[in-house]
């Protein structure tokens, strides 16, 4: 795989740990959908 694509899933398994981390940690399921908006907004920018 090239560097880019290995950054974009590095990226989103980070993110996804972010997630779930503080979904669990704060209970916060209903409000932890931010994270996945800012990184559909990082997304859409970086390509």
Same mark, same amino acid.
């Given at each position: &795989?090239? =560097? =880019?694509?290995? &950054?974009?899933?590095?990226?989103? *398994? *980070?993110? $996804? *740990?972010? @997630?779930?981390?503080?979904? +669990?940690?704060?209970? $916060?399921?209903? @409000? ?6 800012? #990184?559909? +907004? #990082?997304?859409?920018? $970086?390509?």
């Amino acid at each position: &795989m090239d =560097k =880019k694509r290995t &950054m974009n899933w590095i990226t989103a *398994i *980070i993110v $996804a *740990i972010g @997630y779930l981390t503080i979904s +669990i940690v704060l209970d $916060a399921w209903t @409000y932890s959908w931010i994270i996945w908006v800012i #990184y559909a +907004i #990082y997304r859409f920018v $970086a390509k």
